[in-house]
């Protein structure tokens, strides 16, 4: 049976809990707000089943991709509203319109994230898009072998470690499985995002703020109506330089909705804490899905660094880079090339900026001071903001990096 005795040895992708015959193995949320499966001894047959389809103890080899590319969706209000370049929408309407189901993450009813499926193309919308909170899998991995065993085209999506979970659990390989994971920084804790809702509506520190558009009190508490990680569109914001934005209405206000929080994402609180790997699964530090290994048919994510490699194709609304592991994948993406711009890359090139496609996160240096203060004082802003505070010998250490950058590249242009 499933014994967690290493938190990082677990990444919560459910695989164990849906595969028991015997449904005797539980999700159960931990101090730091992560999911973890429990299980309920009297009921367990010791049939190992739950053991064979985890991918922590069985992770699949490393495999360089068939092929790499730069990617820009056509439509220009699809390729605004997406993350990226806007290669998953594209991939995702392919199947819908095959007939297909699509699984992917979007906000439940409280605005935390869960997995579900999508049959039709007004479906996908929720689906778009970055989400920084790992996602609840729930009971999609069983809903989707059940589409697959009926005939049906499924595309899944998720991080790595959900795919690699998902192709576990399935114990073989479908034809009409297209499975689809992205580089992963890292999955922030649900619990901590939880609160930092909670601390946003109750005007506790950041919605009391300057870029706060809704005057707030503990009788008017707001009413969230959308939440996006990446807006590149309204305030200002591009691609590189993304917008956290909440929109919410007030009671007082009737049904109308305003911007509750707008902030670049380096100043966004929530984003500086994910940024500096303070609130992680455990498990995203010892990451087993890197490089290759989700046994997925494509990669997708932002191509950071296209500006350098090819800048003529960059104009701040977002560029996918596309990395290709099956003739599956191959095939499909040769279906769409019509509603493509595309243009050949290497893996070199399309990781050098985006290095955790290869390896984890490291764990912070302060990420037993985020935990302890966040135990303490229960507030996820005092928390990451004292986390994130420079002290004199990390700015020294700043400056003689750059310093140091700024010099290399000179003797670089000089030789």
């Known amino acids: 049976m499933i014994k967690i005795t290493e938190k990082s040895e677990c990444c919560g992708c459910n695989a164990c809990v849906q595969r028991c ?5 539980s999700m159960k949320e931990d ?16 049939c190992g089943l739950c053991e064979k389809v985890c991918p922590i103890l069985n992770p699949f080899d490393t495999k360089e991709p068939l092929q790499v590319l730069a990617a820009k969706n056509k439509n220009e209000d699809q390729r605004l509203k997406s993350s990226s370049g806007g290669t998953f929408i594209l991939l995702a309407e392919h199947i819908i319109k095959q007939g297909g189901v699509v699984f992917g993450a979007r906000f439940d009813t409280n605005w935390e994230v869960e997995h579900c499926y999508a049959e039709t193309i007004e479906e996908l919308e929720p689906l778009m898009r970055s989400k920084y909170v790992q996602s609840k899998i729930g009971n999609t991995y069983k809903e989707a ?6 005939g049906r085209l499924v595309m899944f999506v998720g991080t790595s470690c959900q795919i690699a979970g998902l192709k576990r659990f399935l114990r073989k390989e479908y034809d009409n499985l297209l499975a689809v994971d992205f580089i992963c920084h890292g999955v922030p804790s ?14 506790r520190s950041e919605a009391a703020g300057k870029n706060t558009v809704l005057s707030l009190s503990l009788k008017s508490v707001p009413v969230i109506t959308g939440i996006n ?7 200002g914001y591009g691609w590189k330089k993304y917008g956290f934005v909440v929109q919410a209405k007030s009671p007082s206000k009737g049904d109308k909705n305003s911007v509750l929080l707008s902030s670049i994402f380096n100043e966004n609180i929530f984003m500086k804490g994910f940024l500096a790997n303070l609130y992680l699964r455990p498990s995203c530090y010892k990451c087993k899905a890197k490089n290759g290994s989700a046994n997925s048919d494509i990669t997708i994510a932002d191509f950071w660094g296209i500006q350098k490699s090819h800048p003529e194709f960059d104009d701040d609304k977002g560029v996918s880079v596309v990395f290709i592991h099956t003739c599956k ?4 993406i040769k279906e769409l090339s019509s509603r493509l711009d595309l243009i050949d890359s290497n893996l070199k090139e399309a990781t050098l900026p985006n290095p955790v496609y290869f390896r984890s996160c490291q764990e912070p240096k302060k990420y037993s001071l985020f935990w302890n203060i966040y135990k303490k004082t229960k507030s996820v802003h005092e928390a990451v903001n004292a986390a994130t505070k420079l002290t004199f010998i990390d700015v020294i250490k700043i400056f003689l990096r750059r310093f140091y950058n700024k010099l290399r590249r000179t003797f670089k242009m000089v030789n």
């Not at 015959?21 to 193995?25: A, L, S, V």
């Not at 072998?145 to 009926?150: A, H, N, P, S």
């Open 229 to 235: 990680f990446r807006e590149k569109q309204q305030g």
């Open 31 to 46: 101090e730091q707000g992560f999911l973890y499966p429990f299980v309920d001894t009297t009921s367990c047959i010791d």
């Open 145 to 150: 072998e059940q589409f697959l065993k009926d």
């Open 190 to 203: 649900p619990g901590i995002w939880r609160k930092y809702l909670e601390e946003i509506k109750s005007s």
């Open 329 to 332: 994948g191959k095939g499909i």
């Open 21 to 25: 015959p015997k449904q005797c193995i």
